[in-house]
């Protein structure tokens, strides 16, 4: 069965630090990875997807996100936090080979950037 | 264009009580789904559309109903409220009805529901 996982409820950097939220993800074929972002009282909004390709992809508002195969892992960067980069980020997989290709949400990680 | 609009934003509810959550969709989006999202939970399924006439069942359909009469809404229906549906809900779009897309999915803000 398809999943993902977000292992770390809470990530907390400085300002200026760069920053990395974790995720991992266990489909039967190749992947299709998405990141979200979802500030307080809104909802979800696209930060970058991996479908093929350069296994380091770039998205919204300065973020980045590392596809790894063989660690079966897509963790998104950013090389300098903001404040205003803290948020509830969601890791997604879509499964193309899988029965149901809906995507499959991680539980999400808080970020919080300090000045 | 509106994006994805759902009404209404909040929303208190009685046990027993039935209601209707809206969603609309002003990008000619052929896929509609709606989630509910709880604290340490995540985002989970409850009823998807393929298409004007098509529903399916996502993880979590149990209390609720779906219909897809136009390609622009795609109507919530709890049909007796728990409080276990406490949660807020959102509704999402993409373009492409397949299943292998690589479409990226468009929310709605969400509506927060209590049901006391």
């Known amino acids: 069965a398809q999943s993902v996982a977000q292992p770390e409820d809470q990530v907390n950097v400085a300002e200026g630090n760069p920053l990395t939220v974790k995720c991992t993800y266990s489909v039967s074929g190749n992947p299709y990875l998405f990141w979200y972002v979802q500030y307080p009282n809104r909802g979800l909004q696209f930060l970058l997807k991996?479908?093929?390709?350069?296994?380091l992809v770039k998205g919204s508002y300065g973020f980045e996100a590392e596809f790894n195969k063989s660690q079966t892992s897509f963790h998104l960067k950013k090389p300098s936090a903001l404040v205003s980069d803290s948020a509830l980020y969601f890791c997604a997989v879509r499964d193309p080979g899988g029965s149901q290709g809906n995507l499959i949400f991680g539980k999400g990680t808080k970020l919080s950037v300090k000045p | 264009n509106a994006g994805v609009t759902q009404t209404p934003k909040f929303q208190v509810l009685k046990t027993g009580q039935s209601m209707t959550l809206q969603c609309a969709q002003d990008m000619n989006h052929e896929y509609m789904s709606w989630y509910r999202q709880d604290p340490g939970m995540g985002l989970r399924l409850i009823h998807y559309?393929?298409?004007?006439?098509?529903?399916d069942q996502g993880e979590v359909p149990n209390g609720y109903n779906v219909s897809r009469s136009t390609t622009e809404d795609f109507p919530l229906r709890l049909l007796s409220a728990a409080p276990s549906q406490t949660s807020v809900y959102f509704c999402a779009s993409s373009y492409d009805n397949q299943f292998t897309s690589t479409d990226t999915q468009y929310f709605g803000p969400g509506t927060r529901l209590t049901v006391l």
């Open positions: 559309s393929v298409g004007a006439g098509i529903t």
């Open positions: 991996y479908i093929t390709g350069d296994n």
